[in-house]
């Protein structure tokens, strides 16, 4: 599909917008005088109600369309190897290995390798590097947003009397990122996964600038530039995830890579005890080490970048060579 970028960055949008929901609830809360309990209890039913039909709705199998498999795909099954000619994407060299063995050299798509083929693959290990220190950055801001309006030089930008006013605008803006998520999608489909990575890394980049510089209009740009760049990187990992090594491992590939991440982001709460014991909270320190983080993210678009050119002028595409003893 020509437009999987820009549909995958719809849904991204949608799984971001929910938490909106709960902006929601708190508005009527305290317009309308409703209890806290009784709002959550209702919207625990409407969740349940939606688990209904989602177990009839959503697929119980792996979708399997009728592409006929190419050489390379039956070769990977443990089909014998064809005599004569083989196609483009397959074999391109055989060795013979004692009498009864032999391992045939096979050239396939990316997307189509096996799972360990596309984990130890240079698409898949520069995402997981760019995806793991952008979501420790992006999760370390989020959870010490409260604090660092409390604490060190941002309560002397804000005030102590606004700092509650200060933090309800965060809340604001964070679910307001979702409207660019169709532009980011645009640019992924239709100009190149390279400007797309280019144009979420910058925005990260800005964020970080931004936090550098003790003005309340800054800071509030700086909010909405970390909304625009959580979720263009979630339609990034999404959308380069499909591009380069397609549907066939996806769901281990994602969990795999947020894995990764969560595990680097488990180092939060030991990096926050020690700005609050050590550095007295104040965190223009953590914020020069983040602004140095977010331009080393900057080789995956480039990287991705010199890719593109390099498969243009040559022709050639996302693929891997691999052994097969049969």
Not at 90 to 112: F, N, S
Request: net charge positive; aromatic share 12%.
């Amino acid at each position: 599909c020509p437009r999987r970028p820009t549909a995958s960055s719809m849904i991204i949008g949608a799984f971001n917008l929910s938490y909106a929901v709960f902006l929601f609830l708190e508005l009527m809360h305290r317009t309308m005088d409703v209890p806290r309990r009784a709002l959550l209890l209702s919207y625990c039913v409407v969740v349940a109600a939606a688990l209904v039909p989602a177990i009839f709705v959503m697929p119980d199998k792996p979708f399997t369309g009728k592409k006929k498999k190419t050489e390379a795909e039956k070769l990977l099954q443990g089909a014998p190897s064809p005599p004569g000619q083989s196609s483009p994407q397959a074999a391109a060299a055989t060795l013979a290995v004692g009498r009864t063995r032999r391992t045939t050299l096979i050239t396939v798509l990316l997307h189509e390798a096996p799972l360990h083929h596309q984990v130890v693959s240079s698409p898949f290990i520069a995402l997981l590097v760019w995806t793991t220190i952008a979501m420790f950055w992006m999760n370390f801001y989020i959870g010490t947003v409260a604090s660092r309006l409390g604490h060190g030089g941002s309560v002397h930008i804000v005030g102590a009397k606004h700092r509650e006013q200060f933090i309800e605008l965060f809340n604001l803006i964070s679910p307001a990122g979702v409207l660019f998520l169709p532009v980011i999608g645009h640019i992924f489909d239709k100009v190149s996964f390279s400007l797309g990575l280019m144009v979420t890394t910058t925005l990260g980049f800005l964020f970080a600038v931004l936090l550098l510089i003790p003005s309340e209009s800054t800071l509030v740009c700086a909010w909405v530039a970390y909304t625009l760049f959580r979720n263009c990187a979630f339609a990034s990992l999404f959308s380069s995830l499909t591009h380069y090594l397609g549907f066939q491992n996806l769901g281990v590939l994602v969990g795999l890579t947020l894995l990764v991440s969560g595990c680097v982001s488990m180092l939060q709460p030991l990096i926050i005890r020690l700005i609050d014991l050590d550095l007295d909270g104040m965190y223009i320190y953590v914020n020069y080490f983040q602004l140095g983080s977010f331009a080393c993210l900057f080789f995956f678009p480039v990287w991705a970048f010199f890719r593109e050119r390099h498969m243009k002028r040559t022709g050639e595409e996302h693929e891997v060579t691999i052994a097969v003893e049969h």
